[in-house]
């Protein structure tokens, strides 16, 4: 698991990546997104600079399984839309473009079944099928000119009021209320869609065959912590409001569904059980990972808890242990082989965690995360750097914004000699990491020494001429 914040501890720390600081043997990467990709990379958006994301080959793909066929059912399939970890702890899920959904690493942790966070995803990508963010964008955009209007209006009124002398009017309340008006249109609309959303998550929840009901529960859970909290309110309750009458309406509608009682696979709670017990194993402190898996418990999950917790506070020897009596029980699991690999890298090893490492790489479905570990393993003990250059370059066709794929390219490449290619692939981690400046100062130099009109040298072109994209930091 990659969390925000460490390899550049002297930069500046989201609020979340200080909670992550202590974690300092997890290989952290700061995965605060670029500004955008350079010219020749896909225009894609990315996700926004400076959010907190965790990137993990495990989870992603177990909320790649949950989402999979609500989308497919959604009529998305082919959108590429994307889930985002983010290390935040409230309960929260939002969209805030088309192709990404973000959620909370607290509000899967919280979920006590796949059925919850799937429920969750449907309610999101009911958002996202009914076009809602571009809606409400244009019903702000018309607010704005209507509150500027009401302002003006208000004004109007106040100098009117003064002109005719009418002491101990209140200029202020004129001018407050017409955008208290504009407010509670918006927030009738955004309840609108809230609606709207629920009634398409249960509708691809239906023609998907699922519960209804970890929907409905986490909702329900989550409104009346609303009415009987006033200290503190999941923020998933401020983006999405939960007034009883909708929690209402979604019971009646939840429990008409043919598959309110069907329970998820106990495969799919397996690999949940084990994602929340990595959530936390990587999140929590030492502590109260031994007080919420107490070493009493041998179920799976509680022993990746304690494994992971365990080579976090950099006890080697009996991590490792522990994470070959987890090989053990699931020799299948790719992800087993991924922490043993992570665990010896971090802890010194290198040489040893190339062959746990190729193991997952060849069993996990989308392995690009794991490769560039692999990478990292072959260049830290001095293998073979071309095989890491290709495998990072496979890595990078598929996450093309991965800052750890293109410094571990660097390196690669000044191992074999190669100052151009390094420099250029320098540059380009600059660029994924939002340092523009150093991109473009890196790409000059790579371009000095590149075959001029080669493909390299196209790149190093694009990236030293590279500008902050026009809005990048307005959204
Ligand atoms: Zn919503």
Redesign the pocket.
């Known amino acids: 698991m990659a969390l925000p914040g460490t390899p550049n501890k002297a930069g500046c720390l989201t609020p979340a990546a200080r909670v992550v600081a202590l974690a300092t043997a997890a290989a952290l990467v700061l995965s605060s997104a670029p500004a955008s990709p350079p010219l020749h990379a896909q225009s894609a958006p990315s996700t926004p600079p400076g959010l907190p994301v965790i990137r993990d080959a495990e989870i992603e793909q177990l909320l790649r399984d949950y989402t999979q066929p609500l989308l497919r059912a959604a009529g998305l399939a082919k959108q590429n839309v994307k889930v985002v970890i983010l290390n935040e702890r409230g309960f929260n899920a939002f969209v805030m473009d088309g192709r990404h959904i973000f959620v909370n690493s607290g509000a899967l942790f919280e979920a006590k079944t796949p059925n919850e966070v799937i429920g969750v995803l449907a309610?999101?990508i009911g958002?996202l099928a009914g076009g809602h963010l571009a809606r409400l964008r244009e019903q702000l955009a018309t607010a704005q000119t209507a509150s500027i209007i009401a302002m003006l209006a208000g004004i109007g009124a106040m100098v009117a009021a003064s002109r005719s002398s009418q002491i101990g009017g209140n200029p202020a309340a004129a001018i407050l209320a017409p955008q208290e008006t504009i407010k509670r249109t918006l927030l009738s609309y955004v309840r609108a869609?809230?609606d709207a959303?629920d009634h398409a998550g249960v509708k691809l929840l239906n023609a998907t065959g699922q519960s209804t009901r970890g929907m409905y529960d986490t909702f329900k859970r989550l409104g009346d912590e609303m009415l009987f909290q006033s200290r503190y309110i999941d923020p998933y309750v401020q983006?999405?409001p939960l007034p009883t009458d909708r929690v209402a309406a979604l019971e009646v509608l939840a429990k008409q569904s043919p598959y309110w009682d069907k329970k998820d696979s106990p495969e799919l709670q397996m690999r949940h059980d084990l994602m929340r017990a990595k959530l936390a194993g990587f999140l929590d402190r030492g502590e109260t990972v031994a007080r919420r898996y107490p070493a009493n418990d041998q179920g799976l999950p509680a022993r990746y808890a304690r494994a992971i917790a365990a080579y976090r506070h950099t006890d080697l020897r009996n991590a490792v242990a522990q994470i070959d009596g987890l090989i053990a029980a699931q020799p299948n699991n790719p992800y087993f082989y991924e922490l043993k690999g992570q665990a010896l890298i971090e802890g010194g090893r290198p040489a040893e965690a190339v062959a746990p490492l190729r193991r997952a790489v060849q069993s996990a479905p989308q392995p690009a995360l794991i490769k560039i570990l692999l990478a990292q393993a072959l260049l830290a003990s001095n293998q073979n750097s071309e095989e890491a250059v290709g495998m990072l370059q496979s890595a990078i066709a598929v996450e093309p914004e991965a800052p750890d794929a293109y410094t571990q390219l660097a390196m690669a490449y000044g191992k074999k000699g190669d100052v151009a290619q390094a420099d250029l692939a320098s540059a380009q981690a600059a660029f994924v990491r939002g340092d523009l400046r150093t991109a473009r100062q890196l790409a000059a130099r790579a371009k000095t020494r590149l075959p001029i009109g080669s493909p390299a040298w196209v790149r190093a072109d694009d990236l030293a001429t590279v500008k902050a994209p026009a809005g990048a930091k307005s959204n």
């Open positions: 309610h999101e958002h869609q809230e959303a983006s999405h």
